[in-house]
């Protein structure tokens, strides 16, 4: 269940009950129904709606905002707004560039310049592997494989094993979850490192409103090899606080 505390802090003085229902009904009841629409779906929706009706104050920055860290990147956000700036109105979608463009600033500069070995390219030969995008920056193929991976906000690989060799995450920049089937999640942050024993099923990336980078090191061994497995669903994402 999302838990929202901004009517409460904005209005609980002045309207309580609607400061109750903005954040228990509309955000605790509402927004929590993931059986039909995931959070990233009800996110796209919201916003669009915002636009259609000229709205672009800081409720909007503030789904926009929503909508960034259930994983819609800004390349997606800027064609969402491209493609309904026919049906709601061109000035209404030309005025929400601007907002765009300022929520996914900090991210791009994340990546950009923080990212301790820079981010690398996008890693379409494992997107199949992956939800949502990331980048892949190999540092070392000789002897001990060593790969930087970037992770945008959402994104996680799948469930998988590594048969008979093992493997070790250097985290680096950002925070993020690594998971072993059947345990509770990791939060991840720099610095920290995850031992990855062979023929343990596990996942790991980022959180949903935060890139996140990681150092993964390959331990060498024969017959070595990776099993990939079923997605992590965005129900049991979402679950993650």
Not at 29 to 36: F, G, H
Not at 66 to 79: P, R, S
Not at 139 to 168: D, Y
């Amino acid at each position: 269940m999302i838990k929202q505390t901004a009517g409460r802090k904005q209005l609980g003085d002045l309207a309580p009950k609607f400061a109750q229902l903005n954040d228990d009904v509309l955000f605790g009841e509402v927004w929590s129904r993931e059986d039909k629409l995931s959070l990233r779906d009800r996110s796209v929706i919201t916003v669009t709606a915002l636009i259609a009706k000229g709205i672009t104050d800081n409720s909007l920055k503030y789904h926009i905002q929503n909508a960034k860290n259930n994983g819609v990147t800004k390349e997606e956000m800027a064609e969402i707004i491209t493609h309904i700036a026919f049906y709601v109105g061109w000035p209404n979608a030309w005025a929400v560039f601007p907002m765009v463009r300022e929520v996914y600033a900090e991210d791009d500069k994340a990546v950009e310049g923080e990212s301790l070995f820079g981010k690398g390219e996008r890693n379409e030969a494992y997107a199949k592997y992956f939800v949502g995008k990331s980048y892949l920056k190999m540092l070392n193929v000789k002897g001990v494989s060593i790969a930087n991976v970037t992770f945008e906000p959402s994104c996680r690989n799948n469930w998988h094993i590594h048969r008979k060799g093992g493997q070790i995450l250097l985290c680096t920049d950002g925070e993020g979850w690594y998971c072993e089937y059947g345990k509770e999640p990791r939060k991840l942050f720099p610095g920290d490192v995850v031992y990855i024993a062979p023929e343990v099923k596990h996942w790991h990336g980022a959180t949903k409103d935060g890139w996140f980078t990681h150092l993964a090191v390959e331990i060498p061994a024969d017959g070595a090899s990776n099993e990939w497995l079923e997605a992590v669903s965005d129900d049991e994402y979402s679950l993650l606080q």
